[in-house]
């Protein structure tokens, strides 16, 4: 069965320190969502990309944060000058095709720690 | 922008029993459409089960159902036979157009 990937699994860094988080979502998708969960919170979106462009992005989707499809299958979010409060789990998603399409199918997630 | 409600933080079902989570939603629109996630410990979201909602009748899954009351902008989880591996975060969200709006969640734990 297709799956959301996402690479790496974790990731430690430094404060001030830019970080790029890898998502390879469905094949046949074309709906990509960037998402991130503070430790014991609810999940939140950050960002929705469609036809390589930005759909529409949260307010905590500030100038910091960027996200880029750069070929056929990868979707990333780069985070360029990392903060404490950056720290967090991040979701990448993917919708679209066939009967299914409003369903938005979750990788397992990139845990960022911001040190 | 959508409000999820989950007024319960947390849930504790007896294997094989039956338990219940409740989720509110608020939205001016008609067309949308609901989801229940499961977040085990690992994190992962996974799907539970999703619901359209031009559509009165009540979606299932195997040991998973809901009921829907739109009027009541109501949508709660009925889990069945209930498994040690029910136990988990349970996350109910709205979708219209780009993006999905979480509830806080409700924790099931399940007594063996």
């Known amino acids: 069965e297709p799956e959301v990937t996402q690479t790496p699994s974790h990731q430690v860094t430094q404060m001030g320190q830019e970080v790029i988080l890898r998502c390879v979502p469905i094949s046949n998708h074309l709906y990509f969502y960037w998402y991130r969960q503070i430790l014991g919170q609810k999940v939140e979106f950050l960002v929705s990309?469609?036809?390589?462009?930005?759909?529409?992005k949260s307010e905590i989707f500030d100038d910091q944060f960027s996200v880029e499809r750069p070929d056929g299958s990868n979707f990333t979010l780069k985070i360029r000058s990392t903060k404490l409060e950056d720290s967090a789990m991040y979701f990448c998603a993917s919708r679209g095709g066939g009967q299914d399409q409003e369903t938005q199918y979750f990788g397992p997630g990139t845990r960022l720690l911001v040190l | 922008a959508q409000t999820v409600t989950q007024s319960q933080p947390e849930m504790s079902v007896q294997e094989a029993e039956t338990v219940t989570l409740s989720c509110t939603y608020d939205?001016?629109?008609?067309?949308?459409?609901l989801f229940w996630y499961k977040q085990p410990p690992s994190r992962q979201m996974i799907l539970v089960i999703r619901?359209?909602?031009?559509?009165?009748q009540n979606a299932t899954e195997n040991r998973f159902s809901v009921n829907f009351q739109k009027a009541a902008k109501s949508f709660s989880l009925k889990i069945s036979d209930s498994q040690l591996g029910d136990a988990a975060m349970y996350f109910c969200?709205?979708?219209?157009?780009?993006?999905?709006?979480f509830g806080a969640g409700t924790t099931v734990t399940v007594r063996a």
């Open positions: 969200a709205y979708a219209n157009d780009y993006k999905l709006s």
């Open positions: 939205t001016s629109e008609s067309d949308y459409y």
């Open positions: 990309f469609y036809n390589n462009e930005i759909s529409e």
């Open positions: 619901q359209e909602a031009y559509k009165q």
